[in-house]
Nanobody, 118 residues
Framework: QEQLVESGGGLVQAGGSLRLSCAAS????????MGWFRQAPGKEREFVAS???????TTYPDSMKGRFTISRDNAKTVYLQLSDLKAEDTAVYYC????????????WGQGTQVTVSS
């Protein structure tokens, strides 16, 4: 069974950095796009970044540009570099995969907690 496993979360002081990892496993996993989302307590889940697993192009919402960087090193592993972290970045960060070209994100990881202390 295919699954995504995130790692790298933790407690960090404001201004610090973290690198989150997402590894896919199981079966013959392949995806078109992989992305990161986050959800803070009491808030809706929000899009953080995505990367094409075909061409490597990246997408960020304007609010995330400059501090967050998504990257990949193979077809099954993506990273999210978080820099200059702020207290409002505290959330559970989820990795997701879109496995079909015209589909939605259809495979999700269990999430990794990022807590930023001010």
């Amino acid at each position: 069974q295919e699954q995504l496993v995130e790692s790298g979360g933790g407690l960090v002081q404001a201004g610090g950095s973290l690198r989150l990892s997402c590894a896919a496993s199981g079966g013959t996993f392949s995806s078109v796009v992989m992305g990161w989302f986050r959800q803070a307590p009491g808030k809706e889940r929000e899009f953080v970044a995505s990367i094409s697993m075909v061409g490597g192009s990246t997408t960020y919402p304007d609010s995330m540009k400059g501090r967050f960087t998504i990257s990949r090193d193979n077809a099954k592993t993506v990273y999210l570099q978080l820099s200059d972290l702020k207290a409002e970045d505290t959330a559970v960060y989820y990795c997701a995969a879109r496995r079909k070209l015209f589909g939605s994100y259809d495979l999700w990881g269990q999430g990794t907690q990022v807590t930023v202390s001010s």
